[in-house]
Each structure stands twice: as structure tokens, then as C-alpha cells.
């Protein structure tokens, strides 16, 4: 992550002056060339950390879906440990869990 982030710094420089973001110079605009690279960069490395729940998963740019073959708590279970995961990446995510169907 530490790369992806380095290689998405956001520097200005205008008559010899550094323009720097005050929060961090980190950004991938919306819509810019290299930002649905960076989403699958980072989507092939979430894929990498989820691989130990033996689950399927599948992801496309922001959007994911695993069909897991478990009860409903071991499911909330996985649920968990996938939250902690992004969280130890520095990402949220918000997981609807134990639905049968989906509106993609």
C-alpha cells in the first residue's frame, strides 16, 4: 500500500513554490488516468488478505460480492474479520450481510 500511495502523491509547483494539499498530498482524482489502475492495484491486494477466509470473492473497481457456503453467524464472523482487514489497510467498507438477493 505504502507504493501505491507514494507512486498517487499530488505536488504543484508554481513560479518555484511547492503547493502541497494541507491533509495529505495523497489523491487519486475521480476520473483521472491512473485512478482505475490504482483500484485494481489495491483490489488485487485486499483479494491477497481475504484469500485466508476461504471464501469466494470477486471485486470490480469499488464494488465486491463473496457467496460464501456458511451459517448466518459464520458468516457475521467473516463479516468481522473482513472489516478488520480493511481497517488494517486503512480502508472502510460497508458489508450487507445474510442477503439473498442483490441489486448490482
Known amino acids: 500500500m505504502h507504493i501505491i ?19 495529505s498530498c495523497f489523491d487519486i ?5 491512473g485512478g482505475a489502475e490504482a483500484c485494481e492495484l489495491v ?12 471464501v469466494n470473492v470477486g471485486l ?5 460480492l463473496a457467496v460464501p457456503d456458511k451459517n448466518p453467524k459464520q458468516i457475521e464472523d467473516m463479516k468481522k ?5 480493511f481497517k488494517n489497510n486503512g480502508l472502510d467498507i460497508t458489508i ?6 442483490l441489486d448490482f
Open 5 to 23: 500511495q507514494h507512486t498517487k502523491q499530488t505536488l504543484l509547483y508554481y513560479e518555484n513554490d511547492l503547493w502541497c494539499k494541507k491533509s
Open 29 to 33: 482524482t475521480m476520473g483521472s488516468f
Open 43 to 54: 483490489g488485487l491486494h485486499i483479494l491477497a488478505k481475504l484469500q485466508s477466509l476461504e
Open 60 to 64: 470490480y473497481r469499488d464494488d465486491g
Open 81 to 85: 474479520k473482513i472489516c478488520k482487514i
Open 96 to 101: 450487507a450481510a445474510n442477503k439473498r438477493v
